[in-house]
């Protein structure tokens, strides 16, 4: 072709996209630290299965079409590369093969047949990604003239490459011209052609011309291909479609063990974060590099809030919408964010010289962005929406983590700013006071288990073991019968257990969700200082959020134990028959999820195997159940807040229960419980739909 006009196009085509980069991760490196490198071969198997294979698009059930068509341009795209790698060589050097994929290897051949036919089923995918956005208009999409640019450039680079071998194959074959034969030796045949059906007929579209304006199209459709692929290069860190470079390391990078990343825990002690406020996120600078990738990251596909109740009910929480308001801050930031990061490096080399560390803690401060992330970017209605309930991580296709940064922000609000709901403070007095949100005395905790013959940790500490109750279970009278049930099971079945009664206190989990990570410590290590003096091992929490607590949260301060939840436990009595059930539950059934057993916790299948046994008519599931089930409204401390605007969270799962006409719904969380049975009261429909937890059910259907 032409090697110095190829080498004039990459070298500034490479140089503008390097100068990008480079100032893109600079400004990520910046930023706070974040420790993701680690178990390398577990985030590479979340590249192949979560990146390559785009498992959360096409095994996703809604909107399977969608997933498979961006899964098809995705995948078209990785087997493009190759192609184009051949054509920046070809640029150089006529006949250029790349080592392996040339005319002396099978694997060549079947190459070059999935390219051609991978080219043909991008540019189809694309069609129906412009129809699908300018008629079909699906609500979570945003459409801009961005997605239209990227989507004609797509089609632009699979026209070119077509019209290329197509022309070539005009060429070879039908003028019988085998000087452009430079893949398969075989002028006669044209044997390289009987692998690509879709360039035959792009070539056919061209027949009918000479080929002195074949060989015209050939080299026209070779520099559009390649300049087009190089704008295209250079456009994608300019916007959201800057995820198909950085997609695959987010992935990568994503949190790994617990199911999600885990909140933060401060250290309250540092008083120089105290004086700086930087506990928590206040401002743009204080974002981890991570959090600034996922901003980078974020496609704007609306998945999110496809599933998000305070979307769904209309508060103001758009999750894309919030992470792009994020970006720019940050974006309109990156110079002093930058300036900053080498000033906090000054002060590391110049720590002994407290005068100079002084002036250049002022100079950071100069630096800091004078909007406040809370108020001046996101509003308070906006942060204060979320329900932690993690359906948007389920379903992120590049793996976003959105709860933990919010519950920062939260934190920011709370202990620098005090500027927390004050409709809160009820129940963090409670819990300040009581050890409870409920305000209640703590010496009425063990009131529930009057006459139910139940021992204190404090009266018979050698059990097996301790039976984790809750505040909702000790305090709220509609769940003191869950426990009552729970604790029936269990005698039932023999098993060892203890409560600690007037000794147990809140987990924590309320003020930690609502940013109050003062709280949070002082209440876990005043329980787990009381778990320990009774060397507990074994803990069965009758609450999700207890239970994810105790089991993710409490490690990290020194409580370490195992904790399984009711619902788990009650499954192993069963599969080990300490007791017996007996399929006596009247009338249809379905089951809730609660989002901190279910997403959380990855707890699924046991209690349906439980429900399944009692009942005579199986079990219905709900629409959105599983991994996308619904919230019921109650987490991230919104138990504790009125729902004002918008359709309540609680109403909206009570009519898709409804709807099912089913005669009971079973659930395995006390807030759950609580939404859901006033959601019940409020259709009118609380005598019809039994809500009941699963311990009742088990407990009443025992033989």
Request: hydrophobic share 40%; glycine share 8%.
């Amino acid at each position: 072709m032409n090697p110095l006009f190829m080498s004039v196009l990459l070298i500034v085509g490479l140089a503008v996209f390097g100068r990008t980069m480079y100032y893109k991760i600079l400004l990520l490196m910046s930023l706070e630290p974040a420790d993701r490198v680690n178990h390398i071969i577990e985030r590479v198997k979340n590249i192949v299965i979560l990146a390559l294979g785009q498992k959360r698009l096409v095994g996703r059930k809604k909107e399977r079409a969608s997933g498979i068509m961006h899964a098809l341009i995705f995948w078209g795209f990785c087997v493009l590369i190759i192609r184009s790698l051949t054509l920046y060589g070809e640029g150089f050097s006529e006949g250029f093969q790349l080592p392996f994929l040339g005319d002396d290897f099978i694997l060549g051949y079947l190459y070059i047949a999935v390219k051609d036919i991978m080219e043909g089923v991008v540019l189809l995918m694309v069609i129906y990604a412009i129809f699908r956005r300018a008629v079909l208009k699906p609500k979570r999409l945003h459409n801009t003239w961005e997605a239209y640019l990227v989507l004609g450039l797509i089609g632009i680079l699979m026209i070119s490459d077509l019209l290329y071998d197509g022309a070539r194959y005009n060429l070879i074959v039908l003028h019988n011209n085998p000087d452009h034969l430079h893949f398969f030796n075989n002028p006669e045949y044209g044997s390289e052609f009987l692998w690509t059906p879709v360039s035959v007929a792009a070539g056919a579209l061209i027949s009918g011309i000479s080929p002195q304006n074949i060989i015209a199209i050939m080299i026209t459709g070779f520099w559009i291909h390649i300049i087009t692929q190089l704008i295209f290069l250079n456009l994608l860190p300019m916007g959201k479609h800057f995820h198909v470079i950085t997609s695959l390391p987010n992935v990568f990078l994503k949190s790994l063990g617990y199911p999600h990343e885990k909140t933060k825990v401060l250290d309250l002690e540092d008083e120089a974060a105290w004086e700086d406020e930087s506990l928590g996120i206040n401002h743009i600078h204080q974002l981890n590099w991570k959090q600034g990738l996922d901003l980078y990251t974020c496609t704007e596909c609306g998945r999110c809030k496809d599933v998000c109740p305070a979307y769904i009910t209309d508060k103001p929480l758009n999750l894309y919408e919030f992470n792009d308001k994020l970006k720019l801050e940050m974006l309109d930031n990156a110079d002093n964010i930058i300036q900053r990061a080498k000033l906090a490096g000054a002060i590391s080399q110049n720590g002994t010289d407290p005068e100079q560390v002084e002036k250049i803690k002022a100079d950071m401060a100069e630096l800091n962005s004078k909007k406040q992330l809370v108020g001046d970017v996101i509003s308070e209605d906006t942060l204060w929406a979320c329900t932690t309930c993690r359906a948007c991580e389920q379903v992120c296709p590049v793996t976003i983590e959105h709860v933990p940064r919010i519950i920062a922000m939260r934190q920011g609000q709370t202990l620098m700013a005090e500027a927390y709901p004050k409709e809160l403070n009820v129940a963090l007095k409670g819990l300040e006071r009581n050890g409870n949100p409920w305000g209640i005395g703590y010496d009425k905790r063990a009131d529930w288990a009057e006459g139910l013959d139940v021992k204190t940790m404090a009266e018979d500490s050698d059990v097996d073991y301790l039976l984790w109750v809750g505040c909702a279970g000790s305090f709220d009278d509609r769940t003191k019968k869950v426990s009552a049930s729970l604790v029936k099971i269990l005698q039932k079945a023999g098993i060892s257990f203890a409560i600690l009664g007037t000794e147990e206190k809140c987990t924590g989990d309320f003020a930690r969700r609502v940013g109050n990570e003062m709280l949070f410590q002082m209440m876990a290590q005043e329980n787990i200082e009381t778990l320990n003096s009774y060397n507990v091992k074994k803990i069965i929490a009758a609450c999700p959020h207890c239970l994810n607590t105790l089991k993710h949260e409490y490690p990290e301060l020194g409580g370490n134990y195992e904790v399984i939840h009711h619902s788990e436990f009650i499954h192993q009595l069963v599969k080990e028959g300490k007791i017996s059930l007996k399929q006596s539950l009247e009338g249809s059934l379905t089951y809730h999820d609660p989002c901190y057993l279910g997403r959380y916790n990855s707890v699924y299948e046991q209690p349906r195997s439980l429900l399944k046994s009692i009942s005579e008519r199986g079990l219905t599931e709900l629409d959105r159940h599983g991994q996308e089930s619904f919230c019921c409204g109650a987490g991230g401390g919104r138990m504790w807040m009125e729902e004002t605007i918008g359709k309540r969270i609680n109403l909206e799962r009570a009519e898709e229960i409804v709807g099912q006409n089913v005669a009971n719904v079973a659930v395995s969380c006390p807030f759950c419980l609580t939404m859901i049975e006033d959601g019940m009261k409020e259709l009118g429909k609380e005598e019809e739909i039994k809500t009941q937890d699963i311990a009742e059910l088990v407990a009443s259907n025992m033989k």
